[in-house]
């Protein structure tokens, strides 16, 4: 994830708040980002030695694709919001006194579009920059470039003095020879040299001109020295030209919905007209919301919440998102994106936003629990937990087992570029056995186990795959005693607190030793004919035929088959238990299942 360093009191000037490091880690979380360093205490120790030293910076790791978060405008802006302590603003096009007419002119000349296609401008007006803004305006444009822009070949910015030169403004695309501009005079600029690949076999090079013929930029190298933006620079003229028309939007609007801020009338942006070689006239930048919809019941049902839309609605609020009461529909929300939110893509993204808000980050989903439990008690008995890869190899997944592939289970990953990672793992096994082939040089027993996610394919489903929860563990010594004791310990806790059984039962099993082999069946306590039938639906692997009506396979345990044992190149005879944590929890929302109502 993308780390951005922000002066500390900056950021408690902005936020209306001074906090501790342990209260503002705890923010941060409950915001979904992650505090990473706070530099006070190595600052005020190299003022103590006399050494100089920089103001205290607050280095926070933010999600990849929250590209409003990228500089302190951004973070600020939006923790004010989360805090309560302001709206979230309305970013306006403001046009010239003489209206659309009046506006700056791009044209774009069709020679450009074998090589950078497209471009984008607008103009912030009376704008004070202080030291501090003016560096980060600087820096949020290299995050940019780093991060969405791809190394400036998807998109590439720039800014510029706008009282330095004059309109309308040309995108053209030249040849070489046509252009005083060397390549090789840039070869030796540490800075720029990476860029230089972009355009260097390219037949024409873009160039943006001015009225007076004045050179603007060189897209994606350099910026001319001449408009170059200062401290005391009041109006800036920014241009973006691109490959890519999606990520072109995305960084325009991000630029100047962070420093419209700092305009005399803040959040106003002066539109720029760009004129296409086809005739197409486009108002740049688009500063629309985006109009989709969300149902209040789809969000309770993914967060485990049960809250009316109104409670939602103010939820959505805190994260940034305008949000309205849908006149027909008492369990519908009509939500407006706002631009600074490009990540949100589908309704989960806005169920995820108001899960934050209500505070379910910090609260562990069920499942979890569960998992917890399983892991405190396996810990306690002093085995070690490891955590493989969710992907493996095909024959790591069924032929090293003993098992076929049906072709209906197993997620395959498409054209995979090693044959380590070619399926999503349907069992925990092959990356326990792994582990404990990396390590057969250790002292014996070796005693591992894991909980964590297998996936099966569900073609029912939109996703067409399911998570389920499994825990296993692997013993390995010079002789095999896997006792069924082995498996008690971790489920007393669940059995006791939801009532439950548990049978242990022989079972021939080709992953197993012959006659060395048994299955778990869990049944729950009374339940009606339809949560019943539903919890068997629910656990991969249902068999109810060596037990009651209501017995539910959920796992396996025994002593490894040799030939398995081979394959896996470990030497020494290993006992393996596996089962699935799905039964034990007291309730699965429905968006999770095919069903109505789900009890597992």
């Known amino acids: 994830m993308p780390t951005v360093s922000i002066d500390k009191e900056d950021l408690w000037e902005r936020l209306g708040h001074k906090y501790s490091s342990e209260e503002f880690d705890k923010l941060c979380f409950e915001f979904g980002i992650e505090l990473d360093e706070d530099t006070t205490e190595e600052v005020e120790a190299a003022i103590k030695q006399g050494l100089p030293a920089e103001r205290p910076q607050l280095k926070i790791e933010i999600p990849a694709n929250r590209y409003d978060l990228l500089c302190i405008e951004g973070i600020a802006r939006a923790l004010r919001i989360f805090l309560g302590k302001g709206k979230a603003p309305e970013y306006r096009l403001v046009y010239p006194p003489g209206g659309e007419k009046d506006i700056f002119r791009v044209t774009v000349a069709p020679e450009t579009d074998p090589v950078r296609p497209y471009i984008n401008s607008a103009v912030l007006r009376n704008v004070k920059f202080t030291q501090r803004s003016y560096e980060s305006f600087i820096d949020l444009q290299e995050k940019l470039h780093q991060n969405i822009c791809r190394k400036r070949h998807f998109v590439a910015i720039g800014t510029h003095d706008l009282d330095t030169i004059t309109a309308p403004f040309r995108y053209q695309a030249k040849p070489p020879k046509d252009i005083r501009f060397l390549v090789t005079m840039y070869e030796s600029d540490r800075h720029l040299v990476k860029y230089l690949p972009i355009i260097r076999d390219s037949p024409v090079y873009p160039v943006i001109y001015d009225k007076e013929d004045r050179v603007l930029s060189f897209p994606p190298i350099i910026n001319s020295e001449h408009s170059k933006i200062t401290l005391n620079t009041r109006n800036v003229f920014i241009e973006m030209t691109a490959t890519d028309l999606t990520k072109l939007n995305i960084v325009t609007n991000i630029v100047v919905t962070m420093f419209s801020e700092y305009c005399e009338e803040p959040f106003t942006i002066e539109p720029v007209k760009i004129i296409y070689p086809d005739g197409k006239v486009v108002i740049s930048p688009d500063l629309s919301s985006r109009q989709t919809q969300a149902h209040a019941s789809y969000i309770n049902s993914c967060a485990g919440l049960d809250l009316s839309a109104s409670q939602v609605k103010v939820l959505l609020e805190r994260m940034s998102l305008r949000a309205e009461l849908s006149p027909g529909d008492a369990d519908t929300l009509d939500v407006a994106i706002p631009p600074t939110r490009p990540d949100i893509l589908h309704e989960c993204d806005i169920m995820e936003d108001a899960a934050i808000a209500y505070g379910t980050v910090a609260q562990p989903l069920a499942v979890s629990k569960l998992s917890n439990i399983i892991r405190h008690e396996w810990a ?79 073609t029912t489903r939109e996703r067409q795959a399911r998570n389920v929860r499994h825990a296993g563990a692997v013993w390995c010594n010079k002789t095999a005693g896997f006792e069924t004791e082995t498996v008690r310990p971790p489920l007393q806790h669940i059995n006791k607190a939801r009532q439950t059984l548990l049978r242990i039962c022989a079972h021939l099993d080709v992953t197993f030793f012959p006659g060395r082999a048994a299955t778990i069946y869990y049944r729950a306590r009374p339940t009606t004919d339809k949560e019943a039938s539903a919890r068997q639906k629910a656990v991969v692997g249902t068999d109810t035929s060596r037990g009651g009506e209501r017995d539910v396979e959920i796992g396996r345990l025994g002593i490894l088959h040799p030939s398995v044992l081979e394959k896996f190149e470990i030497g020494y005879p290993c006992s393996a238990l596996e089962f699935s944590l799905e039964p034990f929890k007291a309730k699965m929302p429905a968006m999770w299942t095919n069903d109505d109502d789900t009890y597992v």
């Open 380 to 458: 306690y008995a002093g085995w070690v937990e490891v955590l493989p890869l969710i992907l493996c190899s095909h024959e790591e997944n069924f032929a090293w087992l003993n098992t076929t592939d049906d072709n209906q289970t197993a997620v395959k990953i498409a054209n995979p570029k090693t044959l380590e990672f070619q399926v999503v793992r349907t069992s925990l096994l092959p990356g326990l056995l792994k582990t404990i082939r990396e390590n057969r040089s250790h002292a014996l027993p070796l005693r591992i186990f894991e909980t964590s996610d297998v996936v099966f394919k569900d």
